[in-house]
């Protein structure tokens, strides 16, 4: 029966995403950005290999949720309303009966709130699009994905259909994972005695170096673990999270770029 529904929900994302893109092609070029099926698998493909990590720790929380007392149903409904790995294993160490939704509202707020800097960076990118676009390819914007499309995006890639193919690389691995390791539940026990906790931090760590282009990159990494580290030894919750992310980002800014003018990217786009 689970079966069945699984595959009943595949194929009607199948045939929406179908749809999306079929009208999306026929969006005009503006400032060098369009949508397209092509980009869309391009997108697929550059981040099929941190998807393959992201089941893992998928299968963790589906774990997580399990023991929790979590139905395979609820679990769904999380996957698809919030999207969101860290804030979702954040609010299965709090699940307990009766729930304390409060906390667990404002636990998830405060993980999040990095994706507020997430969807702001990708606006010269997104902003030509129409909203109805936009937003859908957002609501499942993960960090990983934003990590591989940004890093095409300074390569020169225009193509937004690469952020949706990233975004739904994630998804794709995450759902069935977070399901698998659901009904394996039971059987597992402590994921972190297995090591499968570690996923999680290896993933990031990929991230990170992947990312990496030049010395000039090292000061806003050094500023935004020092605070974050800072902040989290300081002040209770996850506060660290968004002030690690504006302490790089500052110093990101105010530092002057010694490349020439030229070769920064989006260097000669006007400022608005």
């Not at 509202?105 to 676009?133: C, E």
């Not at 300074?154 to 998804?171: F, T």
Request: aromatic share 12%.
């Amino acid at each position: 029966m689970q079966r069945c529904v699984w595959e009943s929900r595949l194929v009607e994302t199948a045939a929406g995403v179908n749809g999306m893109l079929e009208e999306a092609e026929m969006v005009t070029h503006q400032a060098g950005v369009t949508f397209t099926r092509q980009g869309v698998f391009r997108g697929l493909r550059a981040t099929a290999p941190l998807a393959i990590s992201v089941a893992t720790y998928g299968a963790v929380f589906g774990v997580l949720a399990k023991q929790a007392g979590v139905s395979l149903l609820e679990t769904t409904l999380l996957n698809l309303f919030v999207f969101a790995g860290a804030a979702q294993m954040a609010a299965m160490d709090q699940w307990a009966y009766p729930l304390p939704i409060m906390a667990i509202v404002i636990t998830t707020l405060l993980i999040n709130l990095r994706l507020i800097m997430l969807g702001a960076s990708m606006r010269p990118w997104m902003k030509y699009l129409p909203a109805w676009m936009v937003y859908p390819t957002l609501h499942i914007l993960s960090d990983e994905s934003w990590a591989v499309a940004m890093t095409e995006y300074r390569n020169g890639e225009r193509d937004a259909g690469l952020v949706l193919g990233c975004n739904l690389a994630i998804a794709f691995a995450w759902f069935p994972a977070s399901a698998f390791g659901h009904v394996l539940g039971g059987s597992i026990g402590d994921p972190a005695e297995l090591g499968l906790d570690f996923a999680f931090t290896a993933v990031f760590a990929a991230m990170l170096f992947g990312g990496y282009r030049s010395r000039f990159d090292l000061a806003p990494w050094g500023a935004s673990g020092l605070v974050a580290w800072l902040v989290w030894w300081l002040v209770p919750g996850t506060w660290y999270v968004i002030a690690g992310g504006l302490a790089g980002f500052l110093v990101a800014v105010l530092r002057t770029d010694e490349r020439p003018h030229h070769q920064i990217p989006d260097a000669t786009e006007p400022v608005s």
